[in-house]
């Protein structure tokens, strides 16, 4: 078991070392380099040489690609080419912003989702077990910004509970931080439940339909017994599974919600990136988004490994 | 690279055999799927203003007269903006599930028949792609290249094409081990003929319903590109561009940012309706599987 896990892990650093040459190849080798970027399309030919030069971009790629790694490594992330700041000291304050607003959503929804997915399978088709798979269908299939929207409509704009738009992290009590973070992380958590819960439902159903269930039914042991003694214990690296799989989605969603917000985060940094084109700031960004990615789901791969005696005994 | 999250389907031959009923909620599904297909359709025709017509002066006016959901930030006539630009938001959507479903389906079949190494290069080249997150991929492809519509589709179609890829190559293996296939292969048919009379008939009910869920996840991923301000750009507009251009006016209680998003989530709740009632029919509840 544990070769395939450091199997695993060797694939995910593999992944993880794929996923720097296609972002790199992505924002340095196609049409329209850094150079032209910098100085817009009136740029005569020579300003564009000359900015090449003094930006090492007349070098090799394969140069550049691992001055680039190597930087990384030592937490050089370069420059921002729209406003020559150090990518390192934009990136640190937003990060811890959209790891505040990701974590907060996780520590409330990790739990409750697990309740609710739980619930649903130990009564299924009952009235609330219907509730729950209808409301989380709908949940799922609308976009995070229509969620986002009427939240701020009901809550901003109607009961005026509630700021409509995130835009300072500078706290002046914790109050005031519930306050600017509360529709945020309400819109992200709405999606995530949803999610969560019908993948939890499924899985707890799956093992609630399994032979040994039947036989403990059978047997005449209660069903809370049933519930917390026989399936919990097995589906625990199952649920792992889901949750991890589900953090993962974080990534995506956090972009979104940050726009609708306009919360200062990660997001924010990546997105008006790609709108001005800012390379080496899409880069660090998209680096630290698939970084977090992979181990979120390489965590899911060893948990699902954990989970499965097939899986355990014989590498697949 | 997620075994949990490995699609696992029924037998192909099971598939095909089972009948295939409508609910209500999937009738009330289809029915929404049709309003909006004849409205992309006939819409532009029949609107009352054209996408730029103004219809104020002033921008988020109330509803009122000939404009029934009132205007957007710059006074045009939301209403007409909607219908307008339905076609563009569900024919990229629909023509990158297209190249997806086709694209991935015949690459994971033809993995699953060749198996050894065909099956290796390609799987590892999929898994790579798949182990980006799909909105990184969306953003660094957009920062190089541009937001072109080509591009938007063409993009979306080759990231969903390697989730197809998964279930279409997991389908094939099933179905390459089958009696009938043998058969086929020890009388010495040709691949194709295989692919084409033995393995797509029966693989074909859930890649339908696979290219359901596909549709739906386009349509929302295309149209947080837009929302973003970086997939469809002005003069054109889709469902998603029309919520980021309206959403300053939410803070005045204008309900311009709403609509669209309703249209958005109207139709993806449609598609859900029907995919869950053709999945709960092919015995497997495909739809519940986040892809």
Redesign the interface.
Known sequence: MLTLILQRLGVGLLTLWLVTILVFIGTELLPGDVAEAVLGQSATPEAVAALRTEMGLDRPAIVRYFEWISGMLTGDLGASLASGAQISGLIAERFSNTLLLAGLTAFLVVPSAILLGLVAAMYPESIFDRIVSVATMFLVAVPEFLLGTLLVLVFAVQLRWLPAISYTTEFRSFGHLIETLALPVLTLSLVLLAQMARMTRSTILNILNSSYIEMAVLKGVRRHRIVFRHALVNAMSPIANVIALNLAYLVSGVVIVETIFAYPGLAKLIVDGVSSRDFPVIQACAMIFCTAYILFILVADVAAILSNPRLRRKAH | ?????APKVARGDALSKARFTLTSAGRFGAAIILFWLIVAIVGPFVAPFTLGEFVSDEGFAPPGGASLLGADYLGRDMFSRIVHSAWLTLGMAGAATLIATSVGSALGIFAAIKGGWTDMIISRIV??FH??????LG???????GPSSALLILMTGLIYATSVYRIARALGMDIVVMDYVQVARARGEHTSWILFHEILPNAATPLVVDFGIRL?FSI?FL??LS????GVQPPYADW?SL?REN?LG????S?A??YP??A??SF??G??LIV?DFAASSGR?IS?K?A
């Open positions: 690279m997620i075994d949990a999250e898994d790579t182990s980006f997150p799909t909105l990184m953003l660094v492809v957009i920062a190089a290249l739906s929302l149209s947080s929302f973003l301000g970086l998603g919520v959403m939410l803070i005045s209680g309900l940012a709403i998003a309703l958005i989530a993806t709740i598609l859900n869950d509840a519940g986040i």
